[in-house]
């Protein structure tokens, strides 16, 4: 297990979306086959990495005629787990909170944001892009009914640990943390942040050196 | 200059922001001081690691005293090109767009989002967190009148690469990209892909081999 765990990179299971996205739409198209080379080409990679990156999933490519497109769907998907429905809640209703329960990318993965909850009076009892707002109150017990494993942040920095501890206690088991705050966690709660400003860093570094 | 950009790796480009925002809430209370240990324990890094990082700004550490808290944050931000401010425009005035506009977490970060721009008639004319919604016929000549250097794409997938196209066609520096769309673009463009779906992969891989 742990092998399997070293065998994929950050970079690699970044890029998995970006090539399942794409299949898809061959999928679509009754494409059958599609060559190392055309993938590269399509989401500009270069072609050895594109067969690195593919290999972890345990797909073969058939000489001269390339990857079998439904099978390589279906093992990207069964790799990073999306085959699988992952119930997640959303911890803060505001703007960020409403633009990921209207975002469209997560269909193909599994992820599904059943409930936002909040601690405005205001915004319980609403329902965004036909998720309900429920009551901050009502996270644990919710969370422990619904089978929930990932706790989506996007209240304020200054509320993200306090909201960051309800969800650990709750029992979630992963928190997606889209705010700037470094959460305390005990070491089996699996953290991915994704606060924009750690992706604006590496732009604007690369703005100062191109000129 | 290009021995500068290669001395600082994605992953440390990242961490960046973070030492800065704990930086400014010490200098906040006025400490004047700060160990690589200490910042190790409060962001949860290893001290080794708070160290490599810190280096590559040109910040030198005092023995038993630690680094000076003003110049550190001094360092980081010209390291990073947030002593400088960027201009913006977002394109996109959807839910994420709006949720960018709404974003605290730009202050200290030099990045300028000065107007939205979106195809919708019923957008155009608004007002979101108080920057105007303009028709997005009016971004080449927007983008040259007001220097900007960085276009943020919110636009449906669909419309993104038509959207890129009128960015750099536009003479915009850089692109950050909020689509699952892999952009083409000339390669003086800079581009950093900010679709949340890419590190989704990340946490539900982990959730899968934590069970």
């Known amino acids: 297990m742990a092998n399997e765990i070293s065998s994929a990179s950050v970079p690699t299971l970044r890029r998995l979306p970006l090539y399942l996205h794409y299949l898809k739409q061959l999928k679509e198209k009754e494409i059958l086959y599609i060559s190392s080379t055309t993938l590269a080409k399509q989401l500009k990679f270069e072609a050895i ?3 690195k990156d593919l290999a972890v999933t345990g797909i073969v490519g058939r ?3 390339g990857y079998p497109v439904s099978e390589l769907i279906k093992k990207i998907e069964r790799f990073i787990n999306w085959d699988k429905t992952m119930n997640a809640v959303i911890v803060g209703a505001g703007a960020l909170g409403s633009a990921l329960l209207g975002y469209t990318g997560f269909e193909d993965s599994g992820l599904k944001i059943l409930s936002a909850f909040d601690a405005d009076i205001n915004k319980i009892g609403s329902v965004i892009h036909e998720r309900p707002v429920l009551s901050l109150n009502d996270l644990p017990k919710y969370i422990k009914e619904n089978n929930i494993s990932v706790g989506i942040i996007t209240v ?3 509320s993200a640990q306090q909201i960051c501890d309800l ?3 709750a029992k979630v088991k992963s928190i997606w ?3 700037p705050v470094v959460l305390e966690t005990p070491k089996n709660i699996i953290v991915k942040n994704q606060d924009p400003i750690r992706g604006l860093a590496e732009l604007t ?3 100062k050196h191109s000129k």
Do not use: H
């Open 49 to 51: 990495q594109v067969r």
């Open 63 to 65: 000489p001269k005629i």
């Open 156 to 158: 304020p920095a200054s």
């Open 167 to 169: 969800l650990v206690s």
């Open 177 to 179: 943390n889209f705010t």
């Open 205 to 207: 570094f690369r703005l």
